[in-house]
């Protein structure tokens, strides 16, 4: 089973920076190294953090990395890990909770930055090779490549429904439509999803699947 879908960067290893071109065991071991040090360093030192986001920072500046796709990466997920740290301060009082709210965004905006630098750097496949030499069972390495390559999946149902939605719409219809077609393009994916599992299943079984993740330098 080839683990990198057609079209994706499977080549960043053989990037044009140095850092692409470092083995992979460092490229995980520095980042798990910059996560552990985020988790465990108490929210009172923050110029800790602040020097291991510096790190990360200068990671990403070497293994030239846009800023502006870094940015809009963090504006993905930020929103939710802010959200979960407003709610604290609510649920433990305000002084404590603050404390809380602050390691939460400090330890979360670095975490992910590491972990943001690390798929950059470093290809899906090359990442499930290194767990399957490293005695991860393989069961967690199968799951881990069919989730990689479903995302492909859904996003392209998704593309295909919401160019069908604008054909019928013509992009007409206030917030309010808007709102109701976004719900109702939801449960249809979700429906169609679980369709199109089912079709690549029986696909699989039938060119001879037998649970074994190979890659395709096996």
């Known amino acids: 089973m080839a683990v990198e879908p057609a079209g994706t960067t ?5 990037g044009p920076t140095v850092l692409h071109r470092l083995p992979a065991t460092f490229k995980i071991l520095l980042t798990g190294a910059i996560i552990l040090a985020a988790v ?4 009172a030192r923050w110029p800790v953090h602040g020097l291991l986001a510096c790190l990360v920072f200068t ?3 070497f293994s030239a990395v846009p800023l502006g796709t870094l940015l809009r990466r963090l504006l993905v997920f930020l929103p939710a890990a802010a959200l979960m740290a407003l709610a604290v301060p609510a649920s433990q009082g305000f002084r404590s909770g603050w404390d ?8 979360s905006t670095v975490s992910l930055l590491a972990v943001f630098w690390l798929a950059q750097v470093l290809p899906f496949r090359e990442l499930l090779q290194w767990l399957s030499r490293h ?3 393989p069961a967690v390495v199968g799951t881990l490549a069919f989730m990689y390559r479903y995302l492909f999946v859904l996003w392209d149902e998704l593309e295909r429904m919401r160019s069908a939605r604008k054909a019928r719409t013509f992009g007409s219809g206030g917030m309010l439509f808007r709102w109701q077609t976004g719900i109702r393009l939801i449960g249809m994916l979700l429906i169609r999803s679980l369709d199109r599992a089912a079709r690549v299943h029986r696909a699989m079984l039938a060119r001879g ?3 074994q993740v190979r890659f395709s330098d096996d």
């Open 100 to 107: 809380v709210m602050q390691a939460i965004l400090l330890r």
């Open 59 to 61: 990671l990403h500046t």
């Open 209 to 211: 699947w037998d649970g």
């Open 135 to 137: 005695k991860v069972p």
């Open 40 to 43: 465990l360093t108490p929210p």
């Open 10 to 14: 499977a080549s960043r290893s053989a």
